[in-house]
């Protein structure tokens, strides 16, 4: 990490609140566009940024430099909109692990693939339109880019569960995807 960033960090937890600030609109916008793509709402995201940025200045004594402090703090803004969707439906069903099937990574990368015409906009809404627990799953794993591991310490679930989820969703995600012709799916 950047000595520049490791001293505005070691401010931080001193409470310097110029350095806190510094620190705040260098992190905020991409926060912001991590927020939104969970809640799709800017006010709520909004809120997200500022609760986790309370809670990443509150805990900053806990950050370790294992990862960046983005990383870290991404994390955070993840967890914090996970938790205002659970808030809003309730809660995720819980899958029994006794009915998961275990899932090979390698199938994975070939069967990502849609149809030409289908646009990225279409793609999108037909992610939001899934299930929670398929719709995190699937966020997570293909916009930000978190391995089952890291999955389902978030989403507090078993990597089987998180792998299973996937596979679900993918499937789920690619009956929406398939072009309609004359009304109908082919």
Same mark, same amino acid.
């Given at each position: ?74 994390? =955070?803004?993840?967890?914090? %909109?996970?938790?205002? $969707?659970?808030?809003? +439906?309730?809660? /995720?069903? #819980? ?61 507090? =679930?078993?990597?089987?569960? %998180?792998?299973?989820? $996937?596979?679900?969703? +993918?499937?789920? /995600?690619? #009956? ?11």
């Amino acid at each position: 990490m950047k000595t520049l960033q490791i001293d505005i960090i070691e401010q931080c937890k001193q409470n310097n609140r110029a350095a806190q600030l510094k620190l705040y609109n260098q992190y905020c916008d991409g926060m912001y566009a991590v927020a939104m793509r969970f809640v799709k709402d800017s006010m709520e995201a909004e809120d997200i940024v500022q609760e986790a940025f309370i809670k990443a200045f509150a805990k900053l004594n806990q950050y370790k430099a294992e990862v960046t402090f983005g990383a870290w703090l991404k994390r =955070i803004v993840i967890n914090k %909109s996970i938790d205002c $969707l659970k808030s809003k +439906k309730q809660h /995720l069903q #819980e899958l029994e692990e006794v009915h998961l099937k275990v899932v090979d990574d390698d199938d994975y990368q070939h069967e990502w693939l849609v149809e030409d015409t289908v646009k990225l906009d279409e793609i999108k809404l037909a992610i939001q339109k899934l299930p929670d627990k398929y719709r995190y799953v699937i966020m997570l794993y293909l916009v930000e880019g978190y391995d089952h591991q890291e999955i389902s310490e978030i989403l507090n =679930i078993s990597e089987v569960a %998180s792998r299973t989820q $996937l596979s679900r969703g +993918k499937s789920k /995600l690619k #009956e929406q995807l398939i072009p309609l012709k004359n009304g109908t799916r082919y």
